[in-house]
């Protein structure tokens, strides 16, 4: 759970370890969700690269992002 940090390579040491991604939400989630006994999932869409540098526009995650959660959506429906 880690995403910001002083040092604007932090990354490169996670990439040693075969790290693919980081994120931000999913540890407060299940957290959350093994105290009060519930389950959780989490979707997960790749939307800027650290290694490149490349990002996802605000409008790009809006027209785009859209199909990842009609997907999870769809596995929820279907008791995924």
Do not use: I, N
């Not at 299940?30 to 105290?35: F, I, M, Q, R």
């Not at 989490?42 to 290694?51: G, K, M």
């Not at 526009?57 to 959506?73: I, K, N």
């Amino acid at each position: 759970d880690t995403f910001y940090d002083d040092d604007p390579e932090w990354w490169r040491k996670w990439a040693e370890f075969g790290t693919l991604a980081c994120e931000m939400e999913t540890t407060a989630l299940y957290t959350l969700a093994a105290k009060h006994g519930a389950r959780a999932a989490a979707v997960c869409t790749v939307s800027d690269s650290l290694v490149t540098g490349e990002e996802t526009s605000a409008a790009e995650r809006e027209r785009t992002f859209s199909a990842m959660v009609e997907a999870a959506l769809r596995a929820v429906a279907r008791g995924a």
